[in-house]
């Protein structure tokens, strides 16, 4: 882009709105351009953006080409001011002063010069590094410990000097009283008065812009230019709004009313720490400021605030009122309260350099119990074991002084260490170890020339692992699709119920919204949500599974009558079947799912882990959840899981209008179970096996599992099968019958039986039927 000179503007031929101009930009071809702009004339000064240009309108860009406007060629493009990123006017073109030169680049009139932003990632725990400073602080320390090997490296770091810092008037101006020392372990401020609150200066406000902020006004982009500079968030109130000169740091009683900065109306906790006057709040301190004490065009005087607050008290007032500001992010993980000083020293010097004023009155500053270094004790044999290489202990020191920390005592191999109060992430020894090795590097510290492993050996975790692939891929090829859901749920779905009591929920201390404010006790509510989902969008036949954890609370009762909190994590596996197996197709009429598909599916998935036939037994169960359900135990009478129909109220809560088949099986248990198991192979026997079927008519309470359990006390070795083909229920049948009717599989794995041995053995299973379940030939 370039200045340019219109020489001539006339109106084109073939329009009633734009216009056919030529123009000079400096090098003595004149180039014709059709330009649309109700302001363009002859002799004025211009931007034009040539042809190859790219000019840029949010993420999206386009290229200035040659082309014909309405059959008049266009070599360009005259600008407006929001077309190349200097205001927001589109009513027409920018003219320049007849000063401006044509054939200037348009970067050199307005002396844009180029800039690098530098995006740093920093993990959860660094919130030491969330600073401009911070960031340098850092990697001054990586560069120091690579100085000594290359000569080109001179590192120095530089904070912003202070010592020019005065106290302008000494008349007393606001004093401070801080009645909640545990929510505000410091809290620092000064007065400045007789500023002038206007535009900040180019650099200031190109500064912000660069990091995404927009410039307010020159005293609050101070204190926003200051928190990402050095960590420290600050408020600047105006002094009007501070009722006789005192600040009150407290809480006020539960539901007070606040209007916060954007307008809305918020009730207070007690527990909300407050900036107040003396008629009320003022801020909700560390989070959000309040309406009308905040710096405005009219303010002279303004009152500045440097503080420290309890992280756990500013995590817990921006959940309560759902806020998350750039002050909370770095009060609610922990900034440096001993640099609350020296930061307030900064901004003042600061807002005077911007705005002018005088400080007034001493400095205010409650801070009780001044916060101590963290102590660490430090084995130079951990380190050198942990990170697997002996570094030499010159060495550890030289980067102990990078990182600021300091050796206060040695005795042998164990160094005593004061910690900085900016880095609350190391407290232990093992955090130390971590910077040492950070700063070390971790590409120095070699493979050596043997690596001993087994590649064999399988924890309890892989065995598991393996299992639920196998699982997996099982259920997969039957149709199921697997799921995978949030361990954290809503406590409402456990309310009224007695299968999960709301008593055993897991309550979360800082939960991030009211749908996620316990642990699940169950799969089943998760899987309930993704039916929904999918039903809501026309997909209504389902087979789901999911593997996961579930959590309960439980009291355990020890000695002397105590009892101890204990938090119960197991893993489950969990189907959900609901819908048609087939719809919509030419070949085959629609088949509804069915809860005896779910316990086929069980069954297999039982077998495949060789916990299946007669070492498990089902037991007829109903409550809450299920209107008809399944409990699956073994012999020892531990519940491997359960599967069955859900109550329809339950399904109507999920806005499910289907039968929902559910199973939820402990994973765990089912692994012990497994491993306990013996697979073992036999020859197929060559000898034929003979099936005989009985219609049995029985009450109607008895269960076909009941009748397969007394069928096989009657043989173990010659009945193999027993199965269910047939089950009648309606006329002709006494009240309180039903008729099975059910297989019988016999074999001899060492000869042909005769018809005699048949006749027998089918007589003896009629009469243990007969005898224990009362079931008689129809």
Known sequence: MVVGKVLTCTDHPDSDHLHVTTVDLGDGIPQQIVCGAPNVAAGQKIIVATIGTKLYSGDASFTIKKSKIRGVESNGMICAEDEIGIGKSHAGIIVLPDSAEAGTPANEYYNVKSDYVLEVDITPNRIDAASHFGVARDLAAYLQARAPKSPLIRVVLTKPSVETFKIDDPTPAVSVTVENTEACPRYCGLTIKDITVKESPDWLKQRLEAIG?????????????????????????????????????????????????????????????????????????????????????????????????????????????????????????????????????????????????????????????????????????????????????????????????????????????????????????????????????YNNVEIGETLKSNLSYQTETDASYKLQNIISEQLTGYGFNEVLNNSLTAETYYELLTTYPKEQCVQLKNPLSVELNVMRQTLLFGGLENIRFNRNRKNPDLHLYEFGNVYSFHSEKKQEDNHLAAIKEESHLALWITGNNFSNSWIRPEEKTSVYELKACVENILLRLGVSGKKIAYKSISNDIFSSALSIETLSGRKLGVLGILQKALCKKFDVNAALYFAELDWNLLIKESRTSH????????????????????????????????????????????SLFDVYEGKNLPEGKKSYAVSFILQDEEKTLTDKQIDTLMEKIQKTLREKLNAILR
């Not at 909370?328 to 640099?339: I, K, M, T």
């Not at 009450?699 to 009657?714: G, M, P, R, W």
């Open 213 to 441: 902020l927009r410039s307010i006004n020159n005293v609050v982009d101070v204190t926003n230019y200051i928190l990402h500079e050095t960590g420290q968030p600050l408020h600047a109130f105006d002094l009007k709004e501070i009722i006789d000169n005192k600040v009150i740091v407290k809480t006020l009683p539960e539901g007070s009313p606040f209007i916060t900065l954007d307008g809305v109306e918020r009730k207070l906790s007690d527990r909300d720490l407050m900036i107040c006057n003396l008629e009320g709040g003022m801020c909700i301190g560390g989070v959000f400021g309040g309406l009308n004490s905040g710096v405005v065009q009219t303010t002279t005087d303004v009152f500045l605030e440097s503080a420290y607050f309890n992280p756990t008290w500013i995590r817990k007032t921006a959940r309560r009122h759902g806020l998350s500001t750039d002050a909370s992010f770095r009060f609610e993980r922990g900034v440096d309260p001993n640099n609350s000083l020296y930061v307030l020293k900064r901004a003042a010097l600061l807002v005077q350099e911007v705005a002018g004023g005088k400080i007034t009155g001493e400095i205010q500053d409650i801070y009780p119990n001044p916060t101590p270094s963290a102590c660490v004790e430090l084995s130079l044999q951990k380190v050198w074991n942990l990170i697997g290489k002996q570094i030499s202990e010159e060495t550890v020191e030289n980067i102990l002084q990078y990182l600021e920390i300091k050796i206060v005592g040695k005795n042998e191999d164990v160094w005593t260490l004061d910690v900085p109060t900016y880095r609350v992430d190391v407290t232990r020894d093992v955090d130390v170890i971590e910077d040492i090795l950070r700063i070390y590097g």
């Open 679 to 722: 697979v073992k192979s036999t020859e197929i026997s060559k000898f034929p096996s003979v099936r005989r079927d009985l219609a049995l008519l029985i009450d109607k309470n008895i269960s076909f599992a009941e009748i397969e359990k007394t069928a096989c006390q009657a043989d173990r070795k010659i009945l193999k099968e027993v």
